[in-house]
């Protein structure tokens, strides 16, 4: 290679042995420019090239003119100038129903929690973290492999003046370092075992979040199956009450009863029909809240079945305690607690191997090129030891700070222990009383269906009066409410029952006609 050097100039070059000034122009001392020099030049302007062009943002402006700014006054809204709000992508298009599902055919409660569970934000959410927690754990075991770094040096020397020889010189060059711990106490150990803990304590999260949609968007349906049922009911007892008023305008035109007994019993079918009007307005609302529950629009159209007249048991086999201690080794959320303590744990042993000495290896080689032809092969390997002897007492309240970090993570622990055998305890409790309810519920039904056919019958017949009439038919919408309730509330505490002892996930959560996700409920 050819090289116009002048003669008071003593020009070198540091590099391998490959070469790297292919093709490059000749500068105005004679040098080839190399492409790792090109390339760190060019990058540096970019560099400068954006700072400029981002001047307005990071200089220091005056008063009302930093960034996009804020409002007048404390009671003017803030307006946002043009640009700044970023629009949703137009290629997301909103979650629809599976292809499978057929219009006008009801759709099961399965088919709800498998739409909800892939449409839900929470559980991508929870399932991105615990990716995340995933790559942070590979990061973390980065520690036991050894660290090799290249690096690339370009440097101008100028030495002279006076009336002396002015001697140039420029170096520049890659050069290739290696470097490994060999011991520290347990510090790289520790920070595998956090991220380990972590990622653990995300996958449980995960289930946690999983369980807590399954149980919403049963939630929502039963509520919605029970509005529906109570639509119903109401619905019937329009129809009595109108047939109630045909007996008293009949009664009333034969002369035999009052304009009083009409007006009674219209002023009930009224009543009845405005209840039937508020119960049909919320079911609109209710069917909006399945439909939010399964990420879909409100405005989605769909059928679900009814309301099952029958319930397939009335007791749980098992006993509190059982539900108890499955609840404790099936819990994620408990479970998740415990691995953030753990982590908690494994943090104290990193802190403490911080004030503690380390020993690493390192080891550099490089090539040396100078503009008279020379080159040298430096080369070194060294043990390294260190040890910080006095830090200002941080590696002291560090520590500290880390222990009392690890106890109020165990504490925490026991918090959501003792929150988890508080929600089985009601939830069991509550099964049993929604059981005994539907027991009774469905006897006061019977006695108040029976007491409205024979007053009924008796004002028809002319022996009874119109209250008494009135008095039967309300108790009778009563007595069917309260049924239909009892029976829905049957199967959310069925559901919230497995919820609470860890067993409700994905599709095999309780149904309408079955007791799957409880175990001993058969």
């Known amino acids: 290679m050819t090289r116009s050097v002048p003669s008071n100039t003593n020009a070198s070059r540091q590099g391998p042995a490959f070469n790297l000034d292919a093709g490059r122009r000749i500068d105005s001392v004679g040098f080839r420019i190399p ?5 760190i030049a060019a990058a540096f302007l970019s560099s400068a090239a954006t700072a400029c062009a981002r ?49 006008g055919s009801p ?24 990716r995340a927690a995933e790559a942070d754990l ?14 690339a040096e370009v440097g101008h020397a100028r030495s002279g003046g006076g009336g002396r020889t002015v001697v140039t010189q420029m170096t520049y060059g890659p050069s290739l370092s290696l470097s490994y711990l060999l011991f520290d106490f347990g510090g790289r150990s520790a920070r595998s075992e956090q991220a380990r803990q972590t990622l653990i304590a995300a996958d449980f999260e995960h289930n946690a979040i999983i369980q807590n949609v399954v149980l919403a968007a049963q939630r ?6 029970e509005g529906k049922a109570l639509l119903a ?46 119960i049909d307005g919320s079911l609109r609302t209710i069917e909006g809240q399945l439909a939010t529950a399964m990420g879909l629009s409100p405005v989605t159209r769909f059928d679900v079945g009814t309301l099952p007249l029958e319930v397939p048991s009335t007791e749980v086999n098992e006993a509190i305690e059982e539900l108890l201690a499955r609840a404790q080794e099936n819990r994620p959320d408990l479970a998740s607690a415990r691995a953030l303590a753990a982590r908690a744990s494994q943090r104290v042993t990193e802190v403490r191997a911080q004030g503690l ?20 092969s430096p080369f070194s390997t060294s043990l390294l030891f260190g040890w910080p002897i006095f830090t200002g007492f941080r590696n002291t309240y560090d520590i500290r700070a880390a222990e009392r970090g690890a106890e109020a993570a165990a504490e925490q622990v026991h918090a959501v222990r003792d929150q988890v055998n508080l929600q089985v ?58 049924e239909v309730q009892s029976r829905t509330d049957w199967f959310l505490s069925v559901a919230q029952l497995a919820h609470d002892t860890g067993q409700l996930y994905g599709s095999a959560s309780p149904a309408p006609g079955s007791t799957t996700g409880l175990k001993g409920l058969q």
């Open 35 to 39: 492409a790792v020099a090109t390339m």
């Open 55 to 103: 001047w307005n943002d990071l200089r220091i402006a005056r008063p009302g003119r930093v960034g996009p700014g804020t409002s007048t006054s404390p009671g003017q809204p803030w307006v946002a100038p043009p640009g700044i709000v970023s629009k949703p992508p137009a290629d997301i298009s909103p979650a629809s129903l599976p292809p499978s599902y057929v219009p």
């Open 107 to 130: 759709i099961t409660l399965a088919e709800i929690v498998d739409i909800a569970l892939a449409n839900n934000p929470s559980t991508r959410i929870a399932w991105l973290q615990a």
């Open 138 to 151: 590979g990061s973390s075991r980065a520690d036991y492999l050894p660290e090799l770094d290249l690096d």
């Open 220 to 225: 929502a349906f039963y509520q919605y199956v």
């Open 233 to 278: 009911a109401q619905e019937a007892t329009l129809k009595e009450l109108q047939t109630n008023l045909d007996s008293a305008n009949a009664r009333h035109e034969a002369g035999v009863a009052t304009i009083a007994d009409v007006l009674q019993a219209r002023t009930a079918l009224s009543q009845a029909r405005l209840n039937f009007e508020t």
């Open 357 to 376: 000495p380390k020993i690493s290896v390192a080891t550099s080689m490089g090539k040396t090129y100078f503009g008279s032809g020379s080159s040298t």
């Open 425 to 482: 305890w009601s939830s069991y409790y509550s099964l049993q009383t929604a059981a005994q309810r539907m027991t009774t519920a469905r006897d006061l039904l019977a006695s108040a269906t029976q007491s409205a056919e024979v007053a009924a019958g008796r004002y028809r017949e002319g022996v009874g009066s119109i209250l008494d009439l009135l008095t039967a038919e309300a108790a009778l919408q009563s007595a069917r409410a309260q």
